[in-house]
């Protein structure tokens, strides 16, 4: 018993000879234990700031494949303006010799008026088999109110989606865009639209929108119809109507200059000048390069005309008439003489709101979609065969 007395003695006696250095390795041990909870902190620190930095070079190289898919579309649409521009230059050299430089602009502009009166005169050539003429109405549908008293509404003319395009107002530049037409009847306002801003704001009511790109009007110091491209947000080309001294091309809708149109055969404008000051002018466009391919002046009177449209080449102005809430079709002009105001039918819209801003024809369908005071409304047309004068 005295033995174990003694070497528990002992053993007190050299332990508390090493405590200090046992304090010492404990206190080594925390301190090491605090670095590797630090180093642990910093690398899940820095491997978060990599995976970041990684998320937004994926998303600038994203941004930039899209810029160049944009640059590459804008370069091509200026390619094809210069050339364009290279044909009008070589037509201007092969009609006139080499002359003095001076009153150069003068003699642009007699060429110019020149090239209108020629596609004035010049045939008309049917690009399709169209030999249609209205009819009458068959009925009228309202599907809603929205937006204000001024404004235009559309498919795509072409077939080329089921989307409805709203243009609300004449001096705006973000189109709402809805999937369907049934999107836009349950629409609450636009709240189930998205907003398609133009790079421009566009002039009247006289917008259309065909294959996929909108062709809107813009005036500044020249008029011009500009190409929009609705799936890649970019303009694919744009043109100064060669005609001076524009004015509202009808009376009862002074903030429309010139009205686009598109039927079976394709773009047209309708429009007027000071030149034909008292009728209405109407041009066939190439609506892929925008240019001018045949001009005709009209016998329908600008005085106390709403709107127009074209179907199968034929031109339909609609007039206010006496009777308040009511107007009608009161001139036709066809470019290939197959129908007269004499034998065109009295079309008469049905009682309306106020009167019409716009009325755009859907060849595809065969209805126009009318803007009325506010009002988005369909007209369904019966139809008739032309019969050539």
């Not at 910093?42 to 899209?66: I, P």
């Not at 001024?150 to 865009?177: L, P, Q, R, Y």
């Not at 200059?257 to 055969?265: G, I, K, P």
């Not at 000051?277 to 391919?293: Q, V, Y």
Request: proline share 3%; hydrophobic share 35%.
């Amino acid at each position: 018993m005295r033995g174990l007395v003694v070497l528990v003695t002992l053993a007190c006696i050299a332990t508390a000879q090493h405590q200090p250095l046992i304090d010492y390795l404990e206190r080594r041990l925390l301190a090491i234990e605090d670095r590797i909870t630090l180093w642990q902190e910093q690398t899940a620190r820095y491997a978060s700031e990599l995976r970041e930095l990684k998320q937004q070079m994926v998303s600038q190289l994203e941004s930039l494949d899209r810029e160049k898919e944009t640059l590459r579309t804008n370069l091509d649409g200026v390619g094809t303006r210069v050339d364009r521009v290279e044909r009008e230059l070589d037509y201007l050299e092969t009609h006139n010799g080499a002359q003095p430089c001076v009153d150069v602009d003068d003699k642009l502009i007699e060429q110019q008026v020149t090239l209108v009166t020629e596609k004035q005169k010049a045939k008309y050539f049917k690009l399709t088999d169209c030999s249609e003429m209205i009819s009458s109405i068959k009925a009228m549908k309202i599907l809603k109110r929205v937006g204000g008293s001024k404004g235009m509404w559309t498919k795509d003319t072409g077939g080329a989606s089921g989307k409805v395009f709203i243009f609300n107002g004449t001096a705006e530049n973000t189109i709402n865009e809805f999937a369907a037409v049934k999107d836009f009847t349950r629409s609450q306002s636009f709240s189930l639209s998205t907003d398609l801003k133009l790079p421009s704001a566009w002039s009247g009511t006289g917008h259309v929108v065909y294959n996929n790109h909108v062709y809107y009007v813009t005036q500044a110091e020249e008029l011009m119809v500009v190409k929009y491209d609705v799936r890649n947000y970019s303009v694919t080309d744009s043109a100064v109507f060669p005609v001076q001294d524009h004015v509202p091309v009808y009376g009862l809708n002074p903030d429309t200059v010139m009205d686009l149109a598109v039927d079976e055969e394709g773009l047209w404008a309708i429009y007027a000048s000071q030149q034909n000051e008292r009728h209405i002018s109407l041009a066939k466009m190439d609506s892929n390069s925008l240019d001018i391919e045949q001009m005709w002046d009209t016998n329908c009177p600008r005085e106390n005309a709403e709107v127009g449209f074209v179907i199968c080449g034929t031109l339909y102005v609609v007039y206010n008439t006496k009777q308040p809430g009511r107007s009608r079709v009161q001139c036709v002009f066809d470019v290939n003489d197959m129908v007269t105001n004499e034998e065109a039918p009295l079309v008469y819209f049905p009682k309306r709101y106020g009167s019409h801003s716009s009325l755009k024809y859907n060849p595809q369908e065969q209805l126009l979609y009318a803007w009325d005071d506010g009002y988005q409304i369909l007209y369904k047309l019966i139809m008739k065969q032309k019969l050539e004068v």
